[in-house]
Structures are given as structure tokens and as C-alpha cells.
């Protein structure tokens, strides 16, 4: 079977708006299959340094501020990272657009949902493990059967396991989990989302 490799544009995505939006429709600031990520992501970097990729408002980061040592939100635009600031103030927020390298560094890197998002996946990738002197943690909806480009137009692509773990290349080690209970899976999973855990 072929699969299509069609893509949509990189589209920037407000979160101010988005916020709102996300609220009328479903009565909640994250879906629930986010926040069982990020309660999962809180146990593994109790008192230690993280670094968010694509905070968006910064609600994930705040989670996660609950239990490590030390944490950075970031996010590619400048209205979201305002936005997390104003939510959050106690917390630290910069610009990092992760197709791009970055001077930061944290003993764990944690980026949710923001892969999908990118025009470069390989390079984002790259880019996050570099920032991590420990472990990378990525969550991303499995691409496995779904269609492409994406019907999320904030969507580039939706990545099946397999494509994850080929632009995560050699030298690592990966453990890919169900992003909803931890449980550890293979690359034929039709678990949704998607965890990958990577030791630098």
C-alpha cells in the first residue's frame, strides 16, 4: 500500500483564540487526552530542569511548573508566549520556533502535540534532542490510517510510529508508549496519541 506523503502548510496557530474556541465547543482548556500526558510527564521530571517545546497558552507548562525544579515555556509566536506570561507569570517564557536551533538547555526537553505542527520534522527533532542533556519526551497523534494532507489544517502531517522513529535516527535509545496509559507499544500501535521517549 502507498501511502501518501501530501502535507498542508506550516499555519501559525493563536492560542488566545484558540483557547476560547476549545473552551465554547468542549467546556475545557485541553482535551482530556493531553492532560493525561501531562499528568504522566509531571511524575518523570519531578525536581529537575525542563524545557517545553510549543507551549501554546502555557496551561501544559504550569502543569508540569507543579513538580520540576525548573521550568521554560516556549513557543514560535510571540502573541502565544505573551498570552502564557500573562496567565503565568511566575513561570519563565521565550520564543523558540523548533524547526530552528535554540541556546537553550534543560535536562529534559518535553514537547506535546507540536510536531505535527512543524514544516520540518527532522529538523525539529534534531533540535529538541540537542536541548536535552537527558531525555526528550514527544507526543504526537498516530498517523497510522488517517488521511493526508491532514483534515486539521494546523496539521502539516500525522506521522505513523515508523516515520517518528526513522527521523529520530540512530544512537538513541526510543521507548514509544500509549500517550494515554504509559504502557509501552511497538511501532504497528493503533494507540492515539503517541509518546516517544528519547535518551540523548
Known amino acids: 500500500m502507498t501511502i501518501s506523503m ?14 476560547l474556541d476549545t473552551f465554547d465547543k468542549h467546556g475545557c482548556v ?5 492532560r493525561l500526558i501531562y499528568d504522566h510527564l509531571t511524575a518523570c521530571v ?11 497558552n502555557g496551561v501544559g507548562t504550569a502543569l508540569l511548573a507543579r513538580k520540576a525544579y525548573g521550568i521554560i515555556g516556549t513557543d514560535k509566536l510571540q502573541r ?7 496567565l503565568y507569570p511566575w513561570i519563565q517564557f521565550e520564543t523558540w520556533d523548533i524547526n530552528k536551533p ?3 538547555r534543560a535536562t529534559f526537553v518535553v514537547c506535546i502535540e507540536a510536531i505535527e505542527h512543524v514544516a520540518n520534522p527532522k529538523d525539529a527533532i534534531r533540535n529538541l534532542i540537542a536541548a536535552a542533556s537527558s ?8 498517523g497510522a490510517g488517517k488521511p493526508r494532507p491532514p483534515e486539521n489544517p494546523y496539521h502539516v502531517c500525522e506521522y505513523t510510529p ?15 508508549r500509549n500517550g494515554e496509559t504509559w504502557e509501552e507499544v511497538c511501532t504497528d500501535t493503533k494507540a492515539d496519541p503517541i509518546i516517544y521517549q528519547i535518551e540523548v
Not at 46 to 56: I, Q, S, Y
Not at 80 to 86: I, S
Open 162 to 176: 515508523q516515520e517518528i522513529v526513522d527521523m529520530i535516527g540512530g544512537g538513541h535509545h526510543i521507548t514509544i
Open 6 to 19: 501530501e502535507k498542508n502548510p506550516e499555519k501559525d496557530q493563536d492560542r488566545a483564540f484558540d483557547l
Open 80 to 86: 502565544n508566549v505573551n498570552l502564557a506570561k500573562c
Open 46 to 56: 519531578a525536581n529537575e530542569a525542563v524545557l517545553e517545546a510549543g507551549c501554546g
Open 102 to 104: 535554540t541556546n537553550l
Open 135 to 142: 531525555t526528550v519526551w514527544i507526543s504526537t497523534p498516530n
Open 30 to 34: 485541553m482535551f482530556a487526552q493531553q
